[in-house]
């Protein structure tokens, strides 16, 4: 039996049937691969391959398609989803911005008040830091001074007992090495010795008859010494004697005053060393003040310049929130509408709504009133 053919009624009604499924399916497609290309939660090439096959699977009625397809579709769905999501956090992020203005702004009015007081209270400090670093190196310069004085007059006062001193020790060792050893007849070169004396007695102002008799005396030996000798000798030992007695006596009496001169130099020492420290102490507190008030300043104008921009900022938000309302508006009512739409497409035509017939409620029309009796004068008269 030959294959019976499709009548050309039924398949020219299953075309005019694809086409009325087709409608606008190209314009909605569009719709939604629009919002695809703005998907800001995905790697570009993942909306890039759901944007190739957007037409091969969401494109195709619900029955018509693959298993894969429905994957795709899904995918589709995840990442329109994922755009709302986005649009209603963004929306709810802006609503409690602006919720919470009044309490940002005392915040930030707060903020620049502190401040205002921390840059005062610096600026007290750095003033207050400049006068006692000012204090402080009066006080260093004084004990400097005074330091440079007590040297100065342990200077001159130690100068006559260190001249003392030194022709002490000298008249002592001319005495010991040279004088003493030619008396007792001793001496290894008497005539060194004699001239060390001799200059001895003339550097002291010994007496001129001394000086001239000493030389002869003092190189004879003991034996041959006279009278004259003797005395001689025992003279220039006298005024050697007398001048080391002498120095001894000054130098004990100015033992007190070297010492009293000693202690002061170091007393000025100390107190200089301690100015210089106190000093630079102060100086370093003065310069971490300025750097504090520096702080304190560049905080006050970022604190000012948050507080002058609340307006702008407030009136940005508004704005981003009217726009994210609108978007989200926007998408729900065409890609995400077309979306679920296009997902749900069939191919069978939707069944058409029951019509509702309205109900008639048929109300009696009421009775006809009774007539009432006509009684003439006579009867009402009875």
């Known amino acids: 039996m030959a ?20 409608t606008g399916v190209s314009k909605k497609l569009s719709s939604v691969a629009k919002v695809l290309k703005s998907a800001p939660a995905f790697p570009k090439s993942v909306l890039a391959m759901l944007g190739q096959n957007l037409g091969l699977s ?9 298993e894969y397809q429905e994957r795709i579709v899904q995918m589709l769905g995840e990442v329109i989803n994922s755009v709302e999501s986005g649009l209603q956090a963004e929306i709810q992020a802006a609503q409690q911005k602006v919720a919470a ?15 205002d007081a921390d840059v005062l209270a610096k600026t007290e400090a750095v003033s207050a830091g400049k006068l006692v670093a000012s204090e402080k190196g009066t006080a260093q310069a004084q004990a400097a001074e005074a330091l440079a004085t007590a040297k100065a007059a342990q200077k001159a006062g130690d100068a006559s007992l260190e001249l003392a001193v030194a022709k002490k020790d000298k008249l002592v060792s001319v005495l010991s090495s040279a004088f003493l050893p030619l008396k007792e007849g001793s001496a290894e070169s008497a005539k060194e010795a004699v001239a060390a004396v001799t200059k001895l ?24 010494r006279g009278s004259f000798d003797t005395l001689v000798i025992d003279q220039v030992e006298a005024e050697i004697q007398k001048y080391i007695s002498g120095y001894t006596t000054q130098l004990s009496e100015g033992e007190a005053g070297l010492q009293e001169r000693a202690t002061q130099v170091s007393t000025a020492f ?17 310069k971490n003040a300025q750097a504090a008030q520096h702080e304190a300043e560049i905080n006050q104008k970022l604190k000012h310049k948050e507080l002058k921009q609340f307006g702008p900022e407030m009136k940005q938000i508004q704005s981003d929130l009217r726009e994210a309302q609108e978007s989200l508006s926007e998408l729900q009512a065409s890609a995400l509408a077309d979306f679920k ?37 006579e009867v009402q008269a009875q």
């Open 201 to 224: 007695g003339k550097e002291f102002s010994f007496d001129g008859a001394l000086l001239t008799s000493l030389p002869s005396a003092l190189t004879k030996p003991l034996a041959e």
């Open 341 to 377: 739409e296009l997902a749900e497409r069939s191919i069978h035509p939707p069944e058409p709504e029951p019509v509702v017939e309205p109900v008639v409620v048929e109300v009696e029309a009421p009775a006809p009133a009774a007539e009432l009796p006509i009684f003439s004068a």
């Open 270 to 286: 100390a107190e200089q060393a301690a100015s210089s420290e106190t000093l630079q102490a102060a100086q370093v507190a003065f």
């Open 58 to 66: 969401l494109g195709p009625c619900k029955e018509e398609r693959h």
């Open 101 to 115: 203005a009044d309490g940002e702004k005392a915040r930030r009015e707060a903020e620049a008040q502190a401040a």
């Open 3 to 22: 294959p019976m053919k499709r009548p050309a009624a039924a398949s020219a009604a299953s075309t005019s049937a694809a086409k009325k499924r087709n």
